[in-house]
């Protein structure tokens, strides 16, 4: 139930950023870009924490699903309120049988914005992950070591803060689905990061 009304909170935030978008079409003037064909791109780097829904497995051994989450991306908005995002995502590192489970990836998002005010907009995005995961550890214990890669569905919300005309605070919730070996699990990271608009 929490998945389903977080992922409806994602595309509300898609559909009104793209209808307050057509409205201001018109009569907006597109901000100056490095690139051709868009009205802002931007860069960013965020870090927080990551939550991985893994089992643990039996044996006794420490179970820890908990740890830092580092993103790297860079966007551009081919409509007032529509963008394509790209992003480089390392998960960290989940304690398990013995060993460990690490995922990272690559995520292309498409990116709903809805102004709340000058400074302050409400984010939404959905797309797909391309991740590699690696669990390492004893066999036999209720999880299968081994890798995992593939594409996952990809969503998140968040909001953004612009302290300047080009730089960003950016606080954003947002769920992964990933292969592992034994299965499909999602990922979760809350991060807190700063974007530059050029």
Not at 17 to 44: I, K, N
Request: include cysteine.
């Amino acid at each position: 139930m929490q998945s389903t009304l977080r992922f409806l909170l994602c595309a509300l935030v898609l559909g009104g950023g793209a209808t307050a978008g057509l409205a201001q079409m018109r009569t907006a003037q597109s901000d100056p870009s490095l690139l051709p064909g868009v009205s802002r791109g931007y860069v960013g780097l965020s870090g927080g924490i990551s939550k991985y829904d893994l089992r643990s497995g039996t044996g006794g051994f420490i179970f820890d699903d908990s740890d830092t989450a580092i993103k790297l991306y860079t966007g551009a908005y081919f409509h007032p309120n529509l963008g394509l995002e790209l992003g480089y995502l390392d998960l960290g590192k989940a304690r398990r049988i013995g060993g460990g489970t690490t995922a990272r990836g690559l995520n292309l998002s498409l990116v709903g914005r809805l102004p709340v005010s000058t400074q302050l907009d409400l984010l939404g995005k959905v797309g797909t992950i391309y991740g590699r995961t690696n669990t390492h550890g004893f066999g036999g214990f209720g999880v299968q070591p081994g890798k995992g890669d593939g594409f996952g569905l990809s969503y998140g919300a968040g909001l953004r803060w612009a302290f300047t005309p080009q730089w960003s605070a950016v606080l954003e919730w947002e769920r992964y689905r990933l292969h592992f070996a034994d299965s499909k699990s999602d990922v979760d990271t809350t991060t807190l990061g700063v974007q530059f608009s050029y």
